[in-house]
């Protein structure tokens, strides 16, 4: 895994190269760039924007190194006086950002950087990284959590994921995004998501017979949950209870399917069990389930207490990217933008505000210019100043993760659905517009 302390080569190469050139020209006055995405992914009526105000803590930290020196002067393509100028770099500007786990729609900034050009331009890739990962496995989690109607779902994901690194931040998301557990034990343990996972096919393939397997795990794990589904499935159930009466002392939390037509085999399991008074053993399902699948067998009354799902939500397969800019919107006190074909920006450091009825509910948001007073809660709050995090941040997972389930409970219904729903309203003020339009004009001179 890539270390902490090497995240300041953590860059795309342009970025050093354009720090060079700023420096070499003298040009440091005072940048704004906006981290916003131009599009939803196909699937998704909201973006859960994560990882925003995690990585401003990481920024705060940046150092380049003798080592990192070292290995930029053998690229052959930095003076030796940039170099030194990298050595004494320490970020100096704000950052503003939404709360993690926050509900957005496009063109709304996630976060604003302002600081010394070069100081915003090398910290470009990193921020992107940590806010494209973070916020692609959330918005997935989420759905996961509106299909499931309030049972758990367990993330599986680890094995199939591209990456150390994203398996251990993707809980953080998951966390945020309101599963109830994982099965990865060092990112369970950092970010206080419930640790929880059953065993694997082999552990009953290794034994004889799979009822002795399933009295040792029973033995040295009380509750647990045994894997029913490596022969027979009803078979072992049977067996299971039969085992049960016999020893009233031994204790099953529940069994799990992981193959097969899962909501027969859920039917099938659930009557044996209650049939024999085991009303009170759980049946968990996994294997290949994703949203659309859990939120079939439940609409179909599949008597299922719980989801582990791996694939899909590791890989977030059928939305795995985000279309994130970050794009300079002023420099030296003068509005920017760009004007390319489906490319257009918005120039000047912003805010947003989502305007709410009378019962709590989300019906707007208002782009403005930072300077604006619009109705609503401003969504963008500072995080940093000067370099340095502000008292609170970052804000415990706890709390974030308490503002995250109020903030997607607060949107409208049609847009907690699995189906698209009718795109929520975001308005740019007048005066954006008129920038907009005056910026237009000057570049286009």
Same mark, same amino acid.
């Given at each position: 895994?890539?270390?902490?302390?090497?995240?300041?080569?953590?860059?795309?190469?342009?970025?050093?190269?354009?720090?060079?050139?700023?420096?070499?020209?003298?040009?440091?006055?005072?940048?704004?760039?906006?981290?916003?995405?131009?599009?939803?992914?196909?699937?998704?009526?909201?973006?859960?924007?994560?990882?925003?105000? /995690?990585?401003?803590?990481?920024?705060?930290?940046?150092?380049?190194?003798?080592?990192?020196?070292?290995?930029?002067?053998?690229?052959?393509?930095?003076?030796?006086?940039?170099?030194?100028?990298?050595?004494?770099?320490?970020?100096?500007?704000?950052?503003?950002?939404?709360?993690?786990?926050?509900?957005?729609?496009?063109?709304?900034?996630?976060?604003?950087?302002?600081?010394?050009?070069?100081?915003?331009?090398?910290?470009?890739?990193?921020?992107?990284?940590?806010? /494209?990962?973070?916020?692609?496995?959330?918005?997935?989690?989420?759905?996961?959590?509106?299909?499931?109607?309030?049972?758990?779902?367990?993330?599986?994901?680890?094995?199939?994921? /591209?990456?150390?690194?994203?398996?251990?931040?993707?809980?953080?998301?998951?966390?945020?995004?309101?599963?109830?557990?994982?099965?990865?034990?060092?990112?369970?343990?950092?970010?206080?998501?419930?640790?929880?996972?059953?065993?694997? /096919?082999?552990?009953?393939?290794?034994?004889?017979?799979?009822?002795?397997?399933?009295?040792?795990?029973?033995?040295?794990?009380?509750?647990?949950?045994?894997?029913?589904? =490596?022969?027979? =499935?009803?078979?072992?159930?049977?067996?299971?209870?039969?085992?049960?009466?016999?020893?009233?002392?031994?204790?099953?939390?529940?069994?799990?399917?992981?193959?097969?037509?899962?909501?027969?085999?859920?039917?099938?399991?659930?009557?044996?069990?209650?049939?024999?008074?085991?009303?009170?053993?759980?049946?968990?399902?996994?294997?290949?389930?994703?949203?659309?699948?859990?939120?079939?067998?439940?609409?179909?009354?599949?008597?299922?207490?719980?989801?582990?799902?791996?694939?899909?939500?590791?890989?977030?397969?059928?939305?795995?990217?985000?279309?994130?800019?970050?794009?300079?919107?002023?420099?030296?006190?003068?509005?920017?933008?760009?004007?390319?074909?489906?490319? =257009?920006?918005?120039?000047?450091?912003?805010?947003?505000?989502?305007?709410?009825?009378?019962?709590?509910?989300?019906?707007?948001?208002?782009?403005?210019?930072?300077?604006?007073?619009?109705?609503?809660?401003?969504?963008?709050?500072?995080?940093?100043?000067?370099?340095?995090?502000?008292?609170?941040?970052?804000?415990?997972?706890?709390?974030?993760?308490?503002?995250?389930?109020?903030?997607?409970?607060?949107?409208?219904?049609?847009?907690?659905?699995?189906?698209?729903?009718?795109?929520?309203?975001?308005?740019?003020?007048?005066?954006?517009?008129?920038?907009?339009?005056? =910026?237009?004009?000057?570049?286009?001179?």
């Amino acid at each position: 895994m890539i270390k902490q302390e090497d995240l300041p080569l953590m860059v795309d190469l342009y970025e050093l190269a354009m720090a060079q050139a700023y420096w070499a020209e003298d040009m440091a006055d005072t940048s704004v760039f906006s981290l916003f995405f131009r599009d939803l992914p196909e699937n998704r009526n909201f973006v859960l924007a994560c990882g925003q105000q /995690h990585v401003a803590e990481l920024i705060g930290q940046l150092r380049f190194t003798s080592d990192h020196i070292e290995r930029l002067r053998r690229l052959n393509r930095f003076q030796p006086e940039f170099l030194e100028w990298l050595r004494n770099l320490r970020f100096s500007g704000s950052i503003r950002a939404v709360t993690e786990g926050t509900p957005l729609f496009p063109q709304e900034p996630i976060l604003e950087v302002t600081a010394p050009i070069a100081e915003a331009q090398l910290l470009e890739s990193l921020i992107m990284n940590y806010v /494209h990962l973070e916020s692609v496995l959330a918005s997935k989690a989420v759905r996961l959590a509106f299909a499931s109607g309030g049972k758990p779902v367990v993330d599986f994901g680890m094995r199939r994921m /591209h990456g150390l690194d994203a398996a251990h931040r993707g809980v953080r998301a998951y966390r945020l995004a309101g599963l109830a557990g994982t099965s990865n034990v060092l990112a369970g343990r950092d970010y206080g998501l419930d640790v929880s996972g059953t065993m694997a /096919h082999s552990f009953v393939q290794a034994y004889p017979d799979e009822m002795e397997a399933f009295k040792v795990y029973a033995r040295l794990y009380p509750g647990t949950t045994l894997l029913v589904d =490596t022969y027979d =499935t009803r078979r072992a159930v049977r067996r299971i209870v039969d085992w049960l009466q016999e020893e009233p002392d031994v204790r099953i939390g529940g069994i799990r399917l992981d193959s097969g037509d899962l909501e027969q085999e859920a039917r099938d399991c659930r009557k044996i069990l209650d049939d024999a008074g085991f009303s009170d053993i759980k049946i968990m399902a996994s294997g290949g389930l994703d949203e659309y699948r859990i939120a079939a067998l439940l609409q179909a009354g599949a008597p299922i207490d719980g989801f582990g799902v791996g694939t899909a939500i590791g890989a977030a397969n059928d939305a795995p990217a985000l279309e994130l800019a970050y794009k300079l919107t002023e420099y030296a006190g003068e509005p920017k933008m760009k004007n390319s074909s489906g490319k =257009t920006s918005w120039p000047g450091a912003k805010q947003v505000f989502r305007q709410f009825d009378g019962n709590g509910v989300a019906r707007r948001d208002v782009i403005a210019g930072i300077d604006e007073q619009v109705d609503g809660l401003p969504l963008l709050e500072t995080v940093m100043a000067d370099g340095v995090l502000l008292p609170g941040f970052p804000a415990p997972l706890d709390d974030l993760v308490l503002k995250a389930g109020e903030s997607v409970f607060a949107l409208p219904g049609p847009l907690r659905e699995l189906e698209q729903a009718k795109a929520f309203p975001v308005e740019f003020t007048d005066y954006l517009q008129d920038l907009q339009a005056e =910026t237009l004009k000057k570049v286009s001179v």
